[in-house]
């Protein structure tokens, strides 16, 4: 029987882990062709390209940040911008979370909802000086820039007109008030930039796991939904049409929905198939004092939100405040014994997520301190008409809010496949 070519063997030979690692091959065979190409020889027409020692890549081996960390900044900065109307306040809070979306957004289609959020923000703006324009405004002013025919109503119409004098004063008004409401919309759309809402459903009590649910999915689906937008406007443009105006925007809103249902139905086989909706058997009276618990504690908690905002209710906010939290976390905690499933690598709370939150918090704190102390600063009077002053203080408790571009790690750079070269012919 006459031998066989070791490359058409289907058992290969042992490796020696020497210095002659490749074993001698007869000439010829496709095992030697292999073998020098191993060994660094390259294979007949080409030329070997230069082989460089493998550069380590960029470590990271910092965990990213809770996302309950980001959305509490987040809404501690939200918070800040409610006890304000002082619009150079308010861009600086902007300005803040800005800085801080910009440094620490991670490379993922969820993350960019920011800029929808600024635009939404924009658009509530405009449609409050818009009303105020056409509807008139309480604030009584001197300053006239333009007066509209106005619309005559009748008698039980009392208080609203349509149309008549615009005037500086009750558009000023109007843009302090509505930029309170748009610095919160875009402090929302920083933590859904920042956070992982995966993350965050997976970080929930299992007394919330539900509502949670939920919630991360009304979420995710404008990130989404804006991601689809503009992939199919890009492949519109590609194919030479328009993707702008009522057309475009009617020609892409089938296929956004084709693939919003297409997503829904992947979620709910997923939720399906890892068993969403077991519960583990609990005691009546546990169902029962946890209920109690937890509704208790949000009646204290919107009593004590309520005695805090009011002047009345300064001596009795805070106790009723915290206890509420109390019992509220009492009841989550009890609820979360319904609840059978488990966390896989379960992110985890540590100085640096204590640093985020605190840096929020120090924000919002201090906020409403320089609003007890120094009201006309942080609420400027448009009557008379003069240009707001900028507290240094308040201004300094907000740049506290720049702390998480600092402490946080930064995003990991997305991964690009380095090119293969091209073999070269060897010059006849």
């Not at 493998?54 to 980001?70: D, V």
């Not at 748009?182 to 993350?199: D, E, S």
């Not at 001596?315 to 979360?336: F, M, N």
Request: net charge positive.
């Amino acid at each position: 029987m006459p031998p066989t070519d070791p490359a058409d063997s289907h058992t290969t030979p042992p490796r020696p882990t020497g210095s002659h690692a490749t074993p001698p091959q007869p000439a010829g065979s496709r095992a030697a062709g292999a073998a020098r190409v191993g060994a660094g020889d390259p294979p007949s027409g080409t030329l070997a390209a230069p082989v460089s020692a493998p550069t380590p890549g960029p470590h990271h081996r910092t965990a990213p940040i809770h996302p309950g960390a980001w959305w509490l900044w987040a809404l501690a900065l939200g918070t800040a911008a409610t006890r304000t109307t002082n619009p150079l306040l308010l861009s600086l809070l902007v300005a803040v979370s800005a800085y801080v979306v910009i440094a620490r957004r991670p490379h993922a289609p969820w993350s960019r909802s920011y800029g929808a959020f600024v635009k939404l923000a924009l658009a509530v703006l405009v449609i409050r000086l818009l009303f105020t324009a056409v509807l008139g405004s309480p604030i009584p002013g001197t300053h006239t820039l333009v007066t509209l025919p106005e619309v005559p109503l009748p008698d039980w119409a009392q208080g609203i007109r349509l149309g008549g004098r615009v005037t500086a004063e009750g558009l000023a008004f109007a843009l302090y008030d509505a930029m309170k409401l748009a610095t919160l919309l875009i402090c929302v759309g920083a933590a859904n930039a920042l956070a992982n809402p995966a993350r965050l459903l997976k970080s929930l009590p299992g007394a919330l796991y539900e509502m949670g649910v939920a919630v991360v999915v009304a979420l995710t689906f404008a990130p989404n939904l804006i991601a689809d937008v503009q992939r199919l406007r890009a492949a519109r443009r590609l194919r030479g049409r328009p993707d702008g105006g009522v057309r475009g925007l009617l020609q892409v809103g089938l296929p956004v929905l084709e693939g919003a249902l297409e997503r829904s139905v992947a979620l709910a086989a997923a939720m399906d198939a890892r068993g969403y909706g077991r519960t583990a058997q609990v005691p009546a009276p546990v169902r029962r004092t946890t209920a109690a618990l937890t509704l208790g504690g949000l009646l204290g908690v919107c009593a004590g939100t309520y005695g805090l905002l009011t002047a009345a209710g300064g001596t009795y906010g805070i106790p009723v405040l915290l206890v509420g939290v109390a019992a509220a976390l009492a009841g989550l905690w009890l609820g979360g014994r319904r609840s059978v499933r488990t966390r896989y690598r379960p992110d985890r709370w540590d100085a640096r997520a204590w640093l985020v939150t605190a840096s929020g918090v120090a924000v919002a704190a201090l906020m409403f301190l320089a609003a007890a102390r120094d009201p006309a600063a942080l609420h400027p009077g448009v009557v008379p008409l003069v240009a707001p002053g900028l507290p240094l203080w308040p201004a300094a408790a907000v740049l506290i809010g720049l702390l998480p571009a600092f402490v946080t790690p930064a995003p990991a750079p997305t991964s690009v496949p380095a090119p293969v070269p091209a073999p070269v012919k060897e010059p006849s």
